[in-house]
């Protein structure tokens, strides 16, 4: 009885399964602007372009709840691939009773196994073995073997309906990794987007505060035109007015900077007292791209695209197994078992064997239950709305590339045009500040000129900014946001 104490304890002690640990992997690039380390201490306060999408890859929350999710997207395949691998199960007891007739003990051992072929072939073999030892009963021992097939001829039945859910688990998880791909690129585009909202709010400030600078060297002209008595003292109200303009735009642009950092703070999940200063040089170098050649690439390149087609794919498997579910169960059985009993009491020892063996069909058809082709009708609605939704994903990733391709050019030509504007309105004003020092023109001129080339430098930056977005969404359009900067997803 000791050695069945022991076979039980082993049994019954819970099954030491290949522990999940949930570490989830990270993006990285090979760029040769990430192999330095990104230190922000309080005394390390710049950050270029190349920083804030290391920090963005590395800390950024969407990016690293993605990372996370796929650790159980992962397991989830790993379960559909297991399910056609051999499976045990373990059952045990052992069991004290006492009564008025006898007291006994019974213990009981059941390992069950089965097998799902990728034909719908499904085989068991069961062995069951009890010892029950009673004071007066005597002891009794049992030992079985139960081997079982089943060949589905219909429903379940075939390699197409047997591998379907398996092969949309592995079209689900090609769809997951398009879309981490799709989260990493649109987070990192998120960030790049940002980071140069801080470089506008940055040049803005510079730009009012020269601005400032010549409102008060035009306040000094204007004290000395009235000392020269060249200019009337009322005047110089107008500069005035127009420094205190000038200061409240400094206010307004060191607020917006304020804005700005923390923002980009945020998508880096860093400290938002951390003191950061832009310094990514705004360089902009014009770009030719072919329409047809972009939307090509597109089609091989763009997640959601290609998350569409897929859902093409998984929807025809959805297809075949809901028509499968709407078959009659037809299976063909066979099996074998053999039980071997053994008394030993009063009356003496006891042995016996007995088996037999059994073939046949069993079969299960539903009369009258519309509700077996419900998951048929909506499986087939869903393939023919998937083949509306692919032609519309084209159409639409169609328009996309011609309006960021047209976008682009558009952006490069104001920019060029803002910068025109901006060397004759510095011109203008030179012109115009020499000639009121002669006294040939007056002091609102000068002042309408500041005015114009002050909205001439914003609207170049803005025009230069926009570039540089137009160019970011090209890349994003196309799928290209992880390739031009060189991250690998590290999707293992």
């Known amino acids: 009885m000791s050695k069945w104490l022991w076979l039980l304890a082993l049994i019954s002690l819970p099954g030491v399964a290949a522990e999940v640990v949930v570490k989830p992997s990270a993006p990285s690039s090979t760029r040769s602007a990430y192999d330095r380390g990104v230190s922000l201490n309080a005394q390390v306060t710049t950050m270029t372009l190349g920083d804030a999408v290391y920090l963005g890859l590395r800390n950024n929350p969407a990016i690293r709840s993605a990372y996370l999710q796929r650790v159980a997207q ?41 097998l799902l072929g990728e034909y719908g072939t499904r085989l068991s073999m069961a062995w069951t073995q009890q010892l029950n030892n009673a004071n007066r009963a005597g002891r009794y021992r049992s030992d079985g073997l139960d081997l079982a097939i089943i060949q589905p001829l219909m429903r379940g039945a075939g390699w197409d309906a047997t591998t379907a859910p398996l092969r949309l688990s592995r079209l689900a998880e090609q769809a997951n990794r398009l879309n981490l791909k799709a989260t990493v690129a649109q987070t990192i ?64 642009a060191q607020n917006q900077l304020d804005t700005n950092r923390l923002a980009l703070l945020r998508l880096l999940a860093l400290d938002l007292s951390t003191p950061i200063r832009a310094t990514e040089a705004l360089e902009a170098n014009p770009m030719e791209i072919d329409k ?17 087609l897929l859902g093409s794919q998984q929807a025809d498997l959805n297809l075949v197994i809901a028509k499968d579910s709407g078959r009659w169960q037809v299976d063909l059985v066979a099996g074998a078992n053999q039980v071997r009993d053994a008394y030993d009491n009063d009356n003496g020892h006891t042995n016996n064997r007995t088996w037999d063996s059994y073939a046949g069909v069993q079969v299960q058809i539903p009369i009258g239950d519309i509700s077996t082709r419900q998951a048929e009708v909506r499986a087939r609605v869903n393939v023919e709305d998937q083949e509306i939704r692919i032609t519309d994903a084209r ?5 996309n590339v011609n309006n960021v391709v047209r976008d682009l050019g558009t952006r490069w030509r104001q920019y060029e045009i803002s910068k025109r504007a901006v060397e004759l309105s510095r011109r203008k004003i030179e012109i115009e500040r020499e000639k009121l020092s002669a006294g040939r023109s007056t002091n609102f001129q000068v002042l309408s000129f500041e005015t114009d080339l002050r909205n001439a430098e914003n609207a170049q930056l803005n025009a230069l900014i926009a570039y540089l977005n137009a160019q970011t969404q090209l890349d994003l359009t196309l799928g290209m946001t992880l390739e031009s900067w060189e991250i690998a997803l590290n999707d293992y």
């Open 74 to 114: 992962k397991f989830d395949l790993r379960v559909a691939e297991d399910v056609f691998n051999p499976k045990l199960t373990l059952n045990s007891n052992y069991r004290t009773s006492r009564g008025s007739q006898d007291n006994a003990r019974n213990a009981s051992v059941a390992p069950t196994s089965s």
């Open 189 to 252: 585009s998120q960030i790049i987007a940002t980071y140069r909202e801080l470089l506008r709010a940055q040049e803005q400030l510079v730009i009012v505060q020269e601005a400032l600078k010549r409102s008060n060297t035009l306040l000094d002209v204007n004290k000395a035109l009235i000392s020269a008595g060249r200019m009337a003292e009322f005047e110089i109200v107008q500069t005035e007015a127009d420094i205190a303009t000038q200061q409240l735009g400094v206010e307004e």
């Open 292 to 308: 047809r050649q972009a939307f090509n690439l597109a089609q091989n390149q763009q997640p959601e695209y290609l998350a569409a």
């Open 395 to 399: 159409q639409e990733l169609e328009r």
